[in-house]
């Protein structure tokens, strides 16, 4: 299993997945421009585009990849909130954790997560020729799901001292913050449920520019996990 990060952050999220048979893109929150050159305009070469929720940063090349022949897989909320009616938008329950679609190679599990949107959900992704596993975790307070993955693709937006001492921050805005993004200190936590016997690596997705500290949070990691830890 490959992954390449294109974006991350509250500027755009797009993340490609791929082995020798099947490529994914998880989230297209970037111009379209931007996925065309990041994939040497091979866009069609894109089995399928998972996106875990409406907001912008997560599907903003959603018209245009659709409008390029390339099939997009959400929930229901999620094709509702972004008003698309074209058969290339596939859709899924928000969530049993033993259902489960495929995409060439790829076996892919949505589960629910907790966010601001009208139906959100992370990916648990199994490559059936590797025998690896994903997890694909952004934008929720927490994770009530344990997992046993060889790649952890997490976010860990702020670290609880650093948004507590902000003072560019309200009250109202720190509080929506904790309500839908994840803290390191949950990460950890999160990490601490999980089975981690075969996890290789672990990326650290959308921190927050004034909320997080980036090196405190890849030292955290690596002393709980001892793997490699990459800062999207």
């Known amino acids: 299993m490959e992954i390449e990060i294109i974006a991350s952050g509250s500027s755009g999220n797009c993340y490609k997945v791929s082995n020798e048979d099947t490529a994914l893109l998880i989230e297209c929150g970037i111009p379209y421009k931007k996925i065309q050159e990041a994939l040497n305009f091979k866009v069609t070469d894109i089995d399928g585009v998972l996106v875990s929720h409406e907001h912008g940063d997560h599907s903003k090349a959603c018209k245009d990849l659709i409008k390029a022949g390339v099939d997009l897989y959400m929930t229901a909320g999620t094709k509702e909130a972004l008003n698309l009616d074209t058969h290339r938008v596939k859709t899924f329950k928000q969530f049993s954790m033993y259902e489960d679609f ?4 790829f076996k892919i599990k949505p589960f629910k997560t907790i966010h601001d949107a009208k139906e959100p959900v992370g990916f648990v992704i199994y490559d059936k020729l590797a025998k690896e596993e994903l997890v694909f975790i952004t934008d929720t307070q927490y994770s009530i799901y344990n997992f046993k993955p060889t790649y952890f693709m997490l976010e860990i937006n702020y670290v609880r001292k650093t948004i507590n001492e902000n003072p560019g921050l309200n009250d109202k805005l720190r509080e929506r913050i904790k309500k839908n993004h994840m803290s390191l200190e949950t990460a950890i936590d999160l990490l601490k449920k999980c089975n981690l016997s075969r996890l290789k690596k672990i ?4 921190l927050s520019d004034h909320n997080s500290d980036a090196e405190f ?6 002393e709980l996990t001892g793997v490699s830890i990459e800062i999207c």
């Not at 990326?203 to 959308?206: D, E, I, Q």
């Open 102 to 105: 495929e995409i060439g190679s």
């Open 203 to 206: 990326y650290v997705m959308h």
């Open 217 to 222: 949070i890849k030292k955290s990691l690596q």
